[in-house]
């Protein structure tokens, strides 16, 4: 105990970090490991019971952090909650935009529905979120945004043109936004995915994972450990000098 009080890295202290979709899977682990990092960090999730229990996890290991139930897919609904973190914190350095879903289907029948919902949530949500908050850390010069994409963003994958759209646009993003605010010191990098366990993978069922790990050079799905510590670096002083990029974290999917 004492040992890992000594040793802990406490390098973002005094630090907000909002973190979307953190109510499970990837999210919930950002949000866990930023937070052990001293970040004070603001859950968001689609349903209050699912940010608010991650929340209620992350107090629970001695941290901070509070919940908001904020449907990422509706742009007013991100301005207004923007503007009530700031309110109450005053500032946010930190932004990960992580929320995402899938709805998967051949082109011939995906409805228009769910061409739309898919890119709201994993796509226009970006938009709303760092152009919300962006402006205090333009002010103190120093900021960090990562958006969590995906290998299917940069290879592509049937049935799934909706997802590959919204996680490809995130890349555009990404790399506009950090020429952006470059000369403010802040840093806009994105995070590839590949098959990683969560609830969103479970639901792939067993056959399609035994098939999805034989593509996979490693051999296995990642964990979310494995994506959290990625995105946590990002996060870090020592990750200044990097920005306007994207990082693949596949087992060798993308070489
Ligand atoms: P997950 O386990 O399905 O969790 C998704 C999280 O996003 C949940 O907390 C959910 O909220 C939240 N969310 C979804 N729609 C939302 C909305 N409209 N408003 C607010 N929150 C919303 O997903 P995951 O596997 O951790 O994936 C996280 C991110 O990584 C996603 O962007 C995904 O596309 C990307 N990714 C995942 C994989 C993978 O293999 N898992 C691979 C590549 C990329 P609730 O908890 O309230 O439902």
């Given at each position: 105990m004492l040992i890992n009080i000594i040793m802990s890295d406490k390098t973002l202290e005094n630090k907000v970090a909002v973190v979307t979709g953190a109510g499970r899977g990837i999210g919930k682990e950002i949000a866990k490991q930023l937070a052990s990092k001293g970040a004070k960090v603001i859950c968001v999730s689609r349903s209050e019971n699912s940010c608010g229990a991650a929340a209620e996890e992350i107090r629970?290991?001695?941290?901070?952090?509070?919940?908001?139930?904020?449907?990422?897919?509706?742009?007013?609904?991100?301005?207004?909650?923007?503007?009530?973190?700031?309110?109450?914190?005053?500032?946010?350095?930190?932004?990960?935009?992580?929320?995402?879903?899938?709805?998967?289907?051949?082109?011939?029948?995906?409805?228009?529905?769910?061409?739309?919902?898919?890119?709201?949530?994993?796509?226009?949500?970006?938009?709303?979120?760092?152009k919300g908050l962006l402006r205090p850390m333009t002010k103190k010069r120093w900021g960090r945004i990562v958006n969590i994409s995906s290998v299917v963003g940069k290879i592509g994958n049937p049935g799934q043109v909706n997802y590959g759209a919204a996680k490809a646009g995130m890349l555009g993003l990404t790399k506009c936004l950090a020429r952006e605010v470059a000369s403010r010191n802040i840093t806009v990098n994105a995070v590839l995915p590949g098959f990683t366990t969560t609830d969103m993978t479970d639901a792939l069922g067993e056959e399609i994972i035994k098939e999805a790990t034989k593509m996979v050079p490693l051999k296995r799905f990642g964990t979310v450990n494995e994506v959290a510590g990625l995105v946590s670096y990002l996060c870090s002083e020592e990750a200044g000098y990097m920005t306007g990029k994207d990082f693949s974290i596949d087992g060798g999917m993308v070489m």
């Open positions: 629970a290991e001695g941290f901070q952090a509070e919940a908001m139930a904020v449907d990422v897919a509706d742009g007013q609904a991100v301005n207004a909650a923007c503007e009530k973190i700031l309110e109450a914190h005053g500032t946010v350095d930190i932004l990960i935009n992580n929320a995402g879903i899938t709805k998967d289907g051949l082109i011939l029948r995906m409805s228009d529905d769910d061409w739309y919902n898919v890119l709201n949530t994993n796509l226009s949500s970006c938009f709303h979120w760092c």
